[in-house]
């Protein structure tokens, strides 16, 4: 049973228009990450938040964006939607310095671009 | 650039067989190599995972070998079952970002 959930589960979105992807983590889990996954491919990595602050990157302009909020939950934002876009996008949140270094995933939101 | 390289690319095994994924890295910073499992419709969920400072790692019907020399890790899964159909992706990090193989789609036949 995964302690991060996701929402929606499917979003329709015309291309231009904007979206809010929304993750709750499990309690303590002070570090969250975002990833896209594409069709039959792995995780990409989107960004990562610890403490509220972007500390981490990957190859995504600028018109995906972020928010993590103090009570554990956290937002993904995708601006000027592009057909490309459609995905499947993951939160994964874990403890920093906790034993566990790996990540705990959500269920995902299911984007799809029209 | 494919930062991780996974192969094969799907895997059909009867049951009871030990399916073996393989991976391999470029970069000598990266110090975790996790493994994740996804059904169809969920999230990955982690499996196991190594640290370079070791070869070999077990859980249960799961077990890591990792060649550092090689930069090589795979994933061996004994007596596999049918419910371990699913696709399997390999992960390295160091730091913040993790990168992952493209997965390999296991289905293990009753």
């Known amino acids: 049973e995964t302690g991060v959930t996701q929402s929606p589960t499917h979003l329709i979105k015309t291309r231009g228009q904007q979206v809010t992807l929304r993750c709750s983590s499990q309690?303590?889990?002070?570090?969250v990450s975002w990833y896209q996954q594409a069709l039959g491919q792995g995780p990409q990595f989107i960004f990562q938040?610890?403490?509220?602050?972007?500390?981490g990157r990957g190859n995504f302009p600028p018109r995906f964006s972020g928010l993590q909020f103090p009570n554990y939950s956290s937002e993904l934002n995708v601006n000027a939607l592009e057909l490309d876009d459609s995905a499947l996008y993951l939160c994964?949140?874990?403890?920093?310095?906790?034993?566990?270094?790996?990540?705990?995933f959500g269920s995902g939101t299911r984007l799809t671009v029209v | 650039q494919q930062q991780v390289k996974q192969s094969p690319q799907s895997l059909i095994v009867q049951k009871g067989g030990i399916p073996i994924i393989n991976c391999a890295y470029e970069?000598?910073?990266?110090?975790?190599f996790p493994w994740y499992q996804q059904f169809p419709g969920k999230g990955p969920a982690l499996l196991i995972a190594i640290r370079p400072d070791v070869s070999e790692k077990k859980e249960g019907r799961f077990t890591i070998s990792f060649n550092k020399s090689a930069k090589q890790f795979s994933l061996h899964i004994m007596d596999s079952q049918p419910g371990d159909s699913a696709t399997y992706f390999c992960a390295a990090s160091s730091g913040n970002q993790f990168y992952f193989g493209t997965g390999t789609s296991l289905t293990v036949i009753p």
């Open positions: 970069n000598t910073a990266f110090d975790y």
């Open positions: 938040y610890y403490r509220e602050e972007e500390n």
């Open positions: 309690s303590g889990h002070n570090t």
């Open positions: 994964a949140s874990r403890e920093t310095g906790g034993r566990n270094y790996g990540y705990t």
